[in-house]
């Protein structure tokens, strides 16, 4: 009974290439989110959609463009994939906004 | 700004010590504030919250701290048990759409 599931959890590409990132949630949370997680362990907010709509953009490069065909569900495609796209990333949902997110388990993606 | 940051990035304690894991947070209009718990290999596990109208909440053996006047947050764990030993971070909500700014994290290691 996963409650925020992200798939793959492990992506290996090459450099140019466009994959994409897969994330659902089964808690009625009506707010889903992309974080990314470098080498450093550092976690950043990419993206916040609620209810379907785009809240937050956090000046992420265009190459990155999520898609929430309904609220169980937030994907994220990434166009010409770069060495510096190399991270883990994370898939969260939370019930209002000022509340806590629970995280997926994360994809880490290798370009090489 | 983002400048929720830690003052240690690395913690060792012996088991059945008590813990304790500081953060500084820069926006005093953040409102919300929650540590999570990350283990190798997963994602980040919610632990304990607090809002800004409190300055302490208690858990099954952890406790957050707020001190708002100088913008401090600590969690403490007492009877630090092998099984706590992960990174932790600090995150502060500042009500912009769910979106959570971490602090550099704090990897906690136990030794038996």
């Known amino acids: 009974d996963t409650a925020v599931s992200q798939t793959p959890k492990y992506l290996v590409t090459q450099m140019g290439n466009d994959k994409s990132i897969k994330c659902e949630q089964n808690?009625?949370?009506?707010?889903m989110y992309w974080y990314k997680q470098d080498s450093k362990k550092f976690l950043k907010i990419m993206f916040s959609?609620?209810?379907?709509?785009?809240?937050i953009n956090e000046t992420v490069p265009n190459r990155f463009s999520p898609k929430s065909p309904d609220k169980a569900h937030l994907n994220l495609h990434i166009n010409s994939l770069e060495l510096g796209d190399s991270a883990v990333y994370f898939c969260?949902?939370?019930?209002?906004?000022?509340?806590?997110?629970?995280f997926g388990q994360g994809t880490r993606l290798t370009v090489v | 700004g983002e400048n929720v940051g830690l003052h240690l990035p690395t913690l060792s304690v012996q088991e059945g010590d008590n813990s304790i894991i500081n953060c500084a947070y820069s926006?005093?209009?953040?409102?919300?504030f929650i540590w999570y718990k990350q283990e190798s290999g997963k994602g980040p596990q919610f632990i304990i919250d607090?809002?800004?109208?409190?300055d302490k909440r208690q858990g099954q053996r952890v406790t957050v701290l707020l001190n708002k006047t100088v913008k401090h947050l600590s969690l403490q764990i007492a009877a630090t048990q092998p099984g706590d030993s992960a990174v932790y971070f600090c995150?502060?909500?500042?009500?912009?759409?769910?979106?959570?700014?971490f602090g550099q994290g704090t990897e906690l290691s136990v030794k038996p």
């Open positions: 969260a949902s939370s019930r209002p906004e000022n509340t806590e997110a629970f």
């Open positions: 808690l009625g949370h009506d707010t």
């Open positions: 607090i809002r800004s109208n409190m």
């Open positions: 926006n005093s209009a953040s409102d919300y």
């Open positions: 995150a502060e909500n500042e009500g912009q759409g769910g979106k959570l700014i």
């Open positions: 959609y609620n209810n379907k709509e785009l809240i």
